[in-house]
């Protein structure tokens, strides 16, 4: 449940700077199944509730699937379809991204520490970004994405002013530099634009105030973040671009009091957009909450009103069973990252305590010390197994459901995420014919695919009908490992 969808896009139309978003992407062969058409035909497809079908023809126009019929034999197929060997399932929505915490991965994991520690870390790589290198990083890192199957990411963007909070002279220039890298990357973005005011909640619950570095993050006040947003542009229906659109975020109950909640909320409202917040993470989060208000972090976000089917609550770690029952029976949504919190030594969440009090799960790669949307998915389960001594709490549709359509919807994308008619044609096929993967039956490749793929197994990728990823390769950022590494080098000397 989201906000109004976005308006119907234009075949072939472009950004407004004139960047190609994925619907401007690399088009298919021209005329291969006539103007504007395309035609795939799939060994196996995973279609939601119709399960894993096989020889699924799929034919897209105008960036969305028109027809999707299982059980065609190959001697039927159309003239210029393009095979699709393997299991083709729809695009993957990245729900929680920090894009500059890519420059952290491998180099925490020497040497001991905490979240705390790992922070200080971060810290410093958000010291060093500038527009250009930020949008050469982000552009990068979102390739990464696209390789691994990623056709929308949720971009949680604090990183908003120059060294010491001095405003950009155009104060969303950093924004705009990640929709910019989304485009190039051929990816959707929601743009996650994020409240953050003040350093901190000491233990006795005191605010703390903002450190030079995160002077970067601040507007000052709400009212300040909220003219900025403005002036970033979204349209009545929160649509930055054709590939873009605008979500509101609240840091954490760490980065911003209540009383500066509400505008937020009320732009939320406003442009029926996504609302997403970092949710007791953290044991120490949680005790300096419960000094300085008197309640859990759910508790407080809840009496702020930011709770309800349009909110997606990140982590979501560290609940008691009052926070579950009131994140389940409002239907927010909420974004595990797995990954993130086993390398952050987090801890484990009840996801399944959640999604059965009513909450929709998704998932992200946060931190990206992997991204791997398939590992996100299958640890979701993993974690359960671990915590509760229990196997088959999620299924491979539930865990692959995470990975698409809640995922999308909880970044206000709902006509994506499936291939069905009339959804946007986003496709991620994964090869069965690697050493991971060899010998999949048919009756259970999802669950293959869930249980035992990897990012390295996404052959091809297509967004709104285009192809961002053929055979392994990126058609818009063709030398991916040479694009990280020219932009995370420099911020690590
Ligand atoms: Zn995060």
Request: proline content about 8%.
């Amino acid at each position: 449940m989201t906000g109004p969808g976005a308006p119907a896009r234009p075949e072939g139309s472009a950004g407004p700077e004139g960047e190609a978003g994925p619907e401007g992407a690399a088009a298919g062969p021209e005329g291969a199944a006539g103007p504007g058409i395309r035609r795939w035909h799939a060994e196996l497809a995973w279609l939601g509730r119709g399960g894993v079908r096989s020889g699924v023809l799929i034919e897209a126009s105008g960036g969305v699937f028109r027809t999707v019929t299982p059980d065609v034999p190959p001697e039927a197929v159309p003239p210029g379809t393009e095979r699709r060997p393997g299991l083709t399932l729809p695009g993957l929505a990245n729900a929680h991204s920090h894009a500059f915490h890519r420059a952290l991965r491998g180099i925490t994991e020497a040497g001991q520490g905490t979240f705390w520690t790992w922070r200080e870390r971060m810290y410093q790589v958000a010291g060093r970004l500038a527009p250009d290198s930020y949008l050469d990083l982000a552009r990068a890192v979102y390739a990464e994405m696209a390789l691994a199957g990623v056709t929308c990411v949720g971009e949680f963007h604090y990183l908003h002013h120059g060294p010491g909070g001095v405003p950009y002279s155009d104060p969303n220039e950093m924004g705009r530099a990640l929709i910019q890298a989304a485009a190039e990357a051929g990816l959707r973005i929601t743009l996650l634009d994020t409240c953050y005011l003040t350093g901190g909640l000491a233990p006795d619950g005191t605010p703390t105030p903002l450190s030079p570095v995160q002077q970067r993050f601040s507007d000052g006040d709400a009212a300040r973040w909220a003219d900025r947003l403005a002036a970033l542009g979204p349209d009545g229906h929160g649509m930055l671009a054709p590939h873009a659109r605008a979500g509101v975020a609240i840091h954490s109950v760490r980065a911003v009091p209540p009383g500066q909640m509400y505008p937020v909320v009320e732009w939320s409202h406003r442009l029926g957009a996504p609302l997403h917040a970092h949710l007791s993470e953290q044991p120490a989060e949680n005790e300096a909450c419960l000094a300085a208000y008197g309640a859990t972090p759910a508790r407080v976000l809840d009496g702020t009103g930011a709770l309800g089917p349009r909110s997606t609550m990140v982590h979501a770690t560290h609940l008691t069973r009052h926070d579950i029952e009131l994140l389940g029976g409002s239907r927010t949504c909420v974004c595990l990252c797995p990954t993130t919190e086993a390398f952050l030594a987090d801890g484990i969440g009840p996801a399944g305590a959640l999604a059965a009090a009513g909450s929709p799960l998704s998932v992200g790669s946060d931190s990206h010390a992997v991204i791997d949307l398939l590992d996100e998915a299958r640890r979701v389960e993993l974690d359960e197994r671990l915590a509760s001594g229990q196997r088959g709490r999620f299924g491979a549709a539930a865990l692959a459901g995470a990975a698409t359509a809640a995922g999308h919807t909880c970044l206000g994308w709902p006509e994506a995420g499936e291939i069905v008619p009339g959804a946007l044609a986003d496709l991620v096929t994964v090869g069965l014919d690697s050493p991971r993967l060899a010998g999949a039956a048919a009756s259970t490749a999802l669950e293959s695919v869930i249980f035992a793929g990897t990012a390295a197994d996404v052959t091809d990728v297509v967004t709104g009908g285009r192809d961002v990823v053929r055979g392994g390769q990126h058609l818009l950022v063709p030398d991916v490992p040479a694009a990280l590494t020219q932009s995370l080098r420099p911020l690590l000397d």
